[in-house]
T-cell receptor
Framework: SQQGEEDPQALSIQEGENATMNCSYK?????LQWYRQNSGRGLVHLIL?????REKHSGRLRVTLDTSKKSSSLLITASRAADTASYFC??????????FGKGTLLTVNP | EAQVTQNPRYLITVTGKKLTVTCSQN?????MSWYRQDPGLGLRQIYY???????DKGDVPEGYKVSRKEKRNFPLILESPSPNQTSLYFC?????????????FGSGTQLSVL
């Protein structure tokens, strides 16, 4: 069954604004990952946060993890038109299984 | 260049005609997996393999077969395709390491079964 559920399903912003996407999961995890997908192409790994971490940064990306609420958020700062894509969270458990959510479609308007 | 290569990129077939989608990785990864992506359903795992000759079912294995005779290759076989298998398919690979910390994906295969 799907664990990660992203919210919102779609998000439209202007270039330069920040974009925040949320993810909820149902069972305990070892890590939570975020992936990006451009228009039907393969997913690309963006960032991973482990269950004992609360926040992580990578360039314009900031991810947080709240294990008590079983939720994570991905913040993209100073968005660009090239950030337009679908973003997926994937929860990693202890059984070598990654469960993907349904994704958030981000549109950044120039 | 480190990559996962899937072929073909597009495939149109008819019901019942056996087909194989190939997947190859050049990163010496132990773990390989197949997913299908459908609108509104996200990515669902079909089969995965943790090493040569070791395969297991994912969430939606019905109607599919896989094999892992070599570490680099993990073909997906549809013995008798049906229209409900029309989908976008992705192969992915990873080091086993600590709980699959990074999956590398192929570019996808868009399959249409008429």
């Amino acid at each position: 069954s799907q664990q990660g559920e992203e919210d919102p399903q779609a998000l439209s912003i202007q270039e330069g604004e920040n974009a925040t996407m949320n993810c909820s999961y149902k069972t305990s995890i070892n890590n939570l990952q975020w992936y990006r997908q451009n228009s039907g192409r393969g997913l690309v790994h963006l960032i991973l946060i482990r269950s004992n971490e609360r926040e992580k940064h990578s360039g314009r990306l900031r991810v947080t993890l709240d294990t008590s609420k079983k939720s994570s958020s991905l913040l993209i700062t100073a968005s660009r038109a090239a950030d337009t894509a679908s973003y997926f969270c994937a929860s990693g458990g202890s059984n070598y299984k990654l469960t993907f959510g349904k994704g958030t479609l981000l549109t950044v308007n120039p | 260049e480190a990559q996962v290569t899937q072929n073909p990129r597009y495939l149109i077939t008819v019901t019942g005609k056996k087909l194989t989608v190939t997947c190859s990785q050049n990163m010496n990864h132990e773990y390989m997996s197949w997913y299908r992506q459908d609108p509104g359903l996200g990515l669902r795992q079909i089969y995965y393999s943790m090493n040569v000759e070791v395969t297991d079912k994912g969430d939606v294995p019905e109607g599919y077969k896989v094999s892992r005779k070599e570490k680099r290759n993990f073909p997906l076989i549809l013995e008798s395709p049906s229209p409900n298998q029309t989908s976008l398919y992705f192969c992915a690979s990873s080091l086993l390491g600590q709980n699959l910390e990074k999956l590398f994906f192929g570019s996808g295969t868009q399959l249409s079964v008429l």
